[in-house]
Nanobody, 116 residues
Framework: QVQLVESGGGLVQAGGSLRLSCTASGTIFFIHVMGWYRQAPGKQRELVATKTYEGGTNYADSVKGRFTISRDNAKDTVYLQMNNLKSEDTAVYYC??????????WGRGTQVTVSS
């Protein structure tokens, strides 16, 4: 049984910053990909950023230059530093973990609200 615990969401003014974190716990053999997706009201869930065990990253065009994903493999934790936040970044942010052959898991989500 694996659990993902997210933290760091909240309310921030446009131009501000937030840092999200997500830690996986339980019986874990290997984590291939850790990352973040988001879902705004009335929209589909979309990729924000991912990072592989080897360090490869992938960002949505809309967040490039503003968001930075990092990962601590020893702690099974992924972070998302979000700077220069915009109102269109308002969404529920979900942690995503790919355990390779052992499957994948989603977090419960954390709300990020950016006021203009």
């Amino acid at each position: 049984q694996v659990q993902l615990v997210e933290s760091g969401g909240g309310l921030v003014q446009a131009g501000g910053s937030l840092r999200l974190s997500c830690t996986a716990s339980g019986t874990i053999f290997f984590i291939h990909v850790m990352g973040w997706y988001r879902q705004a009201p009335g929209k589909q869930r979309e990729l924000v950023a991912t990072k592989t065990y080897e360090g490869g990253t992938n960002y949505a065009d809309s967040v490039k230059g503003r968001f930075t994903i990092s990962r601590d493999n020893a702690k099974d934790t992924v972070y998302l530093q979000m700077n220069n936040l915009k109102s269109e970044d308002t969404a529920v942010y979900y942690c995503y973990v790919d355990f390779g052959k052992m499957g994948e898991e989603w977090g419960r989500g954390t709300q990020v609200t950016v006021s203009s």
